[in-house]
């Protein structure tokens, strides 16, 4: 079988590579087993050394490192600059903070002495989608490393040169060999890594569907697994809102990474008083946008990923224009090589249309118009996905209360949803479960184990 790199914004085939054979993945995943006993045992201050030295490789491979991603997957070059840079502030902040996270938590009971303990959990499987090549797995990596596992990489399959690229950055940081490994397989060998005794859990980023099957294999398994799927997030502007200010961040909340994010904002719901307004300003941002060669610097939003996933999004596109949703700009793939889509806005999109039932994962936006802000909560929980959203309003008390209401992983008020190593991240309902980020992260992939101890006996 052959693994190939193909440069999304030409179509041209950058590298190929054969997939690791049985007797190399079997030989991989013992080196990890290995490391992995002889890592629980490792001083925490090593462990966190370790951590540093990634993220300071990380910043010093930056320039290849970026360069590499947009070739692989086509995100804009300054995009991919500060991908890498935040994986590097993933892992200082965890050199600083997982020690904390990881202290004995002592309980109060009828023992003598009661407390909670961390103990390392064992080798993690992580099959990474190719959106955020870098930070999808290192966000991951950080806590799972921190609290004294190992990894094991399956990544997208168009995107092995920064698996192998991050297989490095562990080797040029000086971790044992094999703490981090990277496997180079297809998608049909992941049940049987996840059956593998030397796998102990599993955190999967990807589609909804493809988060079912790796749940129903881990169950098999009795494995604990995080999952992080897919998004139809909505961004709510009441009538109060700063107008200009949420359109602003608004074409960055949707069109960033090409659209191509869980945590995109995919469903503008604006109220009906200031929809006019937000929508002009919305649709003179996203005309500001640069579409071309992701590697030059004035381009602001590079190709798709793959063809088949553009021509998936032009297929949502037409079909809720049919359905009666009104095209304000864009609407049609980019002529010439690669997978290049206009920035595309739909305005009254109700929520029955594709455009609010279905998950977009490219650049275009969906604008439902609502009468007020009880319908835009109703509306904005009327999705399979709870994963991010956003919430504009000058009413910071009754934005408190709305967001309590609000049906998702994680709500910001008058700013963009972005996942902070500092924060929990994660989503409910078809969005998945389990949390990445912030402490929550750390201990997802840990023995949350009770000691309990009575009086000593003479």
Not at 185 to 196: F, Q
Not at 235 to 244: G, M, N, P, S
Not at 261 to 278: D, G, L, M, P, T
Not at 333 to 355: C, I, R, S
């Amino acid at each position: 079988m052959s693994i190939d790199s193909i440069n999304p914004a030409t179509d041209g085939v950058l590298a190929q590579f054969d997939a690791h054979d049985a007797a190399t993945v079997d030989r991989k995943l013992s080196e990890t087993s290995t490391a992995q006993r002889e890592w629980a045992n490792t001083p925490i201050a090593e462990r966190m050394a370790l951590l540093r030295r990634v993220a300071q490789t990380l910043r010093a491979q930056k320039a290849e490192l970026a360069p590499l991603a947009t070739l692989e997957m086509g995100k804009p070059l300054s995009e991919a600059l500060g991908e890498v840079e935040k994986c590097a502030w993933n892992f200082d902040f965890y050199a600083d903070a997982a020690p904390g996270f990881l202290a004995d938590e002592v309980v109060a009971s009828s023992a003598t002495d009661s407390r909670i303990v961390y103990d390392p959990i064992g080798t993690v499987l992580a099959v990474m989608p190719w959106n955020y090549p870098y930070w999808q797995v290192m966000r991951a990596a950080a806590p799972v490393l921190a609290g004294g596992n190992a990894m094991v990489l399956k990544h997208a399959s168009n995107v092995p040169q920064c698996a192998l690229a991050l297989e490095d950055i562990f080797k040029r940081a000086g971790a044992p060999a094999g703490l981090f490994t990277t496997l180079l397989v297809g998608s049909g060998e992941v049940a049987g890594l996840i059956a593998d005794p030397r796998i102990s859990a599993v955190t999967f980023t990807g589609s909804t569907p493809a988060g079912r099957q790796i749940a129903s294999q881990a169950g098999q398994a009795l494995k604990k697994q995080v999952l992080e799927l897919g998004g139809s997030d909505p961004f709510i502007v009441l009538a109060d809102a700063d107008i200009e200010a949420a359109a602003a961040v608004a074409v960055k909340a949707r069109f960033q990474n090409t659209g191509q994010s869980c945590i995109s904002a995919k469903r503008f719901i604006v109220e009906q008083a200031v929809a006019e307004r937000f929508v002009e300003a919305f649709c003179a941002g996203v005309r500001q946008l640069v579409v071309g060669d992701p590697m030059q610097a004035r381009s602001t939003q590079g190709s798709m990923a793959k063809r088949r996933l553009r021509d998936e999004l032009h297929a949502q596109v037409l079909a809720s224009v049919q359905q009666g949703a009104r095209l304000l700009t864009g609407g049609s793939p980019v002529d010439g090589p690669g997978a290049f889509y206009a920035p595309t806005v739909l305005d009254h999109v109700t929520p029955d249309m594709v455009a609010a039932q279905e998950e977009t994962f490219g650049p275009a936006a969906a604008i439902l118009r609502v009468a007020d802000a009880e319908e835009a909560v109703r509306i904005a929980n009327a999705t399979n996905f709870g994963l991010g959203a956003a919430l504009w309003t000058s009413d910071l008390d009754r934005a408190g209360q709305l967001a309590r209401r609000i049906e998702a992983g994680a709500v910001f008020v008058n700013g963009l949803v972005a996942s902070d190593p500092r924060l929990p991240f994660g989503g409910i309902k078809e969005s998945g479960y389990g949390r990445e980020l912030g402490k929550l992260g750390l201990v997802e992939f840990t023995n949350t184990k009770t000691v309990w101890t009575g009086p000593a006996r003479t």
